[in-house]
C-alpha cells in the first residue's frame, strides 16, 4: 500500500483541505478523492432539497473502494468519510451506513454463500447497506432492549417487531439489524428488504438528511435462514466492530466541523471580532479531535474504549457548535435554508441525537469513572 497523502496544496478543496491534511489515503488516488468530493459538493443542495438521488453518490464511493473492508482500512476510510462530510453530512451518513452494513457482513461469525454474496453486492455498492442497529447499541451497554423477536423455525428464524429507524431504506436494501429469542439470546441478522413480510413506512420529513432514505422498518414474519444470522451474541459481535464504527461516526463529524470552522475564519472581522475567542476554542477543540481520530485509526485494534467514546462525544459537541457559529456568523443568509451555513447547521444538529447518542456516551463515560 502506498502512503500518499494529498497534502495542504491538493487542489479544488481549498483551506478546509489545508485544515484537514488529510490522513493516510493508502492506494487511493487523492486526485480521484478530490473529484469524488467535488461531485458531492455540486450535489449538496440538491440533495439537501431532495431533488437529487444519494445513491449515485455512494455508487461513486463504492468506486473509491469506500465499502470494500479488505481493501479500504479504517485509516483510509476515515480519511474519506472526513473529506466528503466537508461537503454533505447527508452523503457522508449514508456513505457511513453502508460501510458499517458492509463491516457486519464480513464480520459474520459462520461466512455462508448467502452472506458472502451479500457482502459484495453492499461492498460494491450495487445494494444499499442497511444497519438498523441504534436499540441493539443500547441492550449491549445495557440501557434497554431490542423489539425485534427470533422465533427458531425449521431452517432459521422468524422475525417479528419494530425497527425505529435505519437510513438506506429502499427496495433493494440489504438490511442488518439484531433480535432476541425467547430463551435469552440475542443474534444479528441480515435480510432484504424485499424479504416478504418487510414494511418500509414512508418517511418522514425531517429537519435535514431527508437524502438519506431514513424511516421505520416494520417486521412482521420475515423468514430468515439460518446461514444468514451473523452473530449469536449480540455484545460481542458489536464489540468486534465498535472501534470502526465509533471512528469512522467521528470522522464526518471532524469534517462538516472542519468546513464550519474554516468558514466561520473568513468572518471574524468587524462584529465578528467578538466571536473570534469562541471561534479560537472550537478550532482548537477540533484541531485536537482531528488528530485524535487519525491515531486511533491507524490503529483501531489498540484504541481504549473510553478513547473512542471521548473522541465520538468531541464530535457530538464540536460539530453542531461550530455550524451553529458559522451560521451566526452569517447573519441573515444563515437563516436561509438554501445557504450551506444552514444546511449544515441542520445536519449537524443530528449528530448528538444519532446512536450512540450523547447521553449514551455521558452515561458510558461516567460508567467508566471518567467526567465529561
Ligand atoms: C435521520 C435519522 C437517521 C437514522 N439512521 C439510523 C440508522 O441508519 N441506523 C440506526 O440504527 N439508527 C438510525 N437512527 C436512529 C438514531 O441513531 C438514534 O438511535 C435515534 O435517533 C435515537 O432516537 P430514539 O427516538 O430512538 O431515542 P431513544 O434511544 O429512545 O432516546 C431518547 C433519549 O432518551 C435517552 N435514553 C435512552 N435510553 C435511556 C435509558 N435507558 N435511560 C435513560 N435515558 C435513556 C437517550 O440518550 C436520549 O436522550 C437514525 C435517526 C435519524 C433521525
Known amino acids: 500500500m502506498s502512503t500518499s497523502t494529498a497534502g495542504p496544496s491538493a487542489p479544488g478543496l481549498g483551506d478546509t483541505w489545508a485544515r484537514l491534511t488529510a490522513g493516510d489515503l493508502g492506494d487511493v488516488d487523492p486526485v480521484d478523492l478530490i473529484a469524488v468530493v467535488e461531485s458531492v459538493a455540486s450535489r449538496a443542495s440538491a440533495l439537501d432539497r431532495g431533488e437529487a438521488d444519494l445513491r449515485r453518490d455512494v455508487t461513486v464511493l463504492a468506486d ?14 476515515a480519511a474519506i468519510f472526513e473529506a466528503v462530510a466537508t461537503e454533505s453530512l447527508a452523503v457522508a451518513f449514508a456513505a457511513w451506513a453502508q460501510r458499517m452494513t458492509a463491516v457486519y457482513l464480513r464480520h459474520a461469525e459462520h461466512r455462508s454463500e448467502a452472506t458472502e454474496r451479500a457482502y459484495r453486492a453492499v461492498a460494491a455498492g450495487e445494494r444499499p447497506g442497511v444497519t438498523g442497529m441504534a436499540a441493539a447499541q443500547l441492550q449491549a451497554v445495557g440501557l434497554g432492549e431490542v423489539p425485534v423477536t427470533a422465533t427458531p423455525i425449521d431452517g432459521g428464524y422468524r422475525i417479528d417487531g419494530p425497527v425505529a429507524w435505519a437510513s438506506n431504506l429502499y427496495a433493494d436494501s440489504t438490511i442488518v439489524l439484531a433480535a432476541n429469542t425467547e430463551n435469552g439470546r440475542s443474534l444479528v441478522l441480515a435480510l432484504e428488504a424485499s424479504d416478504p413480510g418487510v414494511t ?163 452515561w458510558e463515560l461516567d460508567r467508566l469513572g471518567v467526567a465529561t
Do not use: K, W
Not at 203 to 214: G, H, I, M, Q
Open 64 to 77: 473509491l473502494g469506500l465499502f470494500d473492508v479488505d481493501r479500504t482500512p479504517v485509516a483510509v476510510a
Open 200 to 362: 418500509i413506512q414512508s418517511a418522514p420529513d425531517l429537519l435535514a438528511l431527508n437524502a438519506t432514505a431514513s424511516t421505520m422498518i416494520g417486521l412482521n414474519g420475515v423468514v430468515v435462514p439460518g446461514e444468514q444470522v451473523l452473530g449469536e451474541d449480540l455484545p460481542t459481535f458489536l464489540a468486534g466492530a465498535r472501534a470502526q464504527f465509533l471512528i469512522l461516526q467521528a470522522a464526518f463529524c471532524s469534517g462538516v466541523a472542519a468546513r464550519s470552522v474554516t468558514e466561520a475564519e473568513r468572518r471574524l472581522e468587524g462584529l465578528g471580532a467578538f466571536s473570534a475567542e469562541e471561534h479560537a476554542a472550537l478550532a482548537a477543540r477540533h484541531e485536537h479531535m482531528h488528530s485524535e481520530l487519525h491515531r486511533l485509526a491507524a490503529r483501531p485494534g489498540e484504541a481504549t474504549l473510553t478513547e473512542l467514546l471521548l473522541l465520538r462525544l468531541a464530535g457530538t459537541e464540536i460539530a453542531p457548535a461550530a455550524t451553529r457559529l458559522e451560521a451566526i456568523l452569517c447573519g441573515g443568509m444563515g437563516y436561509a435554508q438554501g445557504a450551506p451555513a444552514n444546511r449544515r447547521m441542520r445536519e449537524a444538529a443530528f449528530l448528538p441525537v444519532q446512536s450512540p447518542s450523547q447521553s449514551q456516551l455521558r
